[in-house]
Nanobody, 123 residues
Framework: VQLVESGGGSVRPGDSLRLSCVASGAFFSSYGMAWFRQAPGKEREFVATISWSGGATNYADSVQGRFSIFRENHKNTMYLQMNSLKPEDTAVYYC?????????????????WGQGTRVTVSS
């Protein structure tokens, strides 16, 4: 299984970005997925999770109402729509595949990770 993120970049506060995560291999729809991020000098943290069907999502308080996670299982792709970006959203964003159909917030429950895509929000 390989996960490849794309869509990062440098933007100004208030702008939007959409990150994508394409998964290789079969049974993409059988697993929960998530986005995590790591800001410079900080621990990696949970951003958003989505269950196997997309029917259940969960967001960190810091992004609730601004970010939206969704997936297209027929394309083996997960997305993170990021609106109203803030400087504190600056980080490397990683997608990850859970061990089960659920999508917990605990990073230890994820067994495959992408290489990350960098998002920089600055005026």
């Amino acid at each position: 299984v390989q996960l490849v993120e794309s869509g990062g970049g440098s933007v100004r506060p208030g702008d939007s970005l959409r990150l994508s995560c394409v998964a290789s291999g079969a049974f993409f729809s059988s697993y929960g997925m998530a986005w995590f991020r790591q800001a410079p000098g900080k621990e990696r943290e949970f951003v958003a999770t989505i269950s196997w069907s997309g029917g259940a999502t969960n967001y960190a308080d810091s992004v609730q109402g601004r970010f939206s996670i969704f997936r297209e299982n027929h394309k083996n792709t997960m997305y993170l729509q990021m609106n109203s970006l803030k400087p504190e959203d600056t980080a490397v964003y990683y997608c990850a595949r859970a061990r089960t159909i659920r999508a917990p917030v605990d990073q230890a429950e994820y067994d495959y990770w992408g290489q990350g895509t960098r998002v920089t929000v600055s005026s």
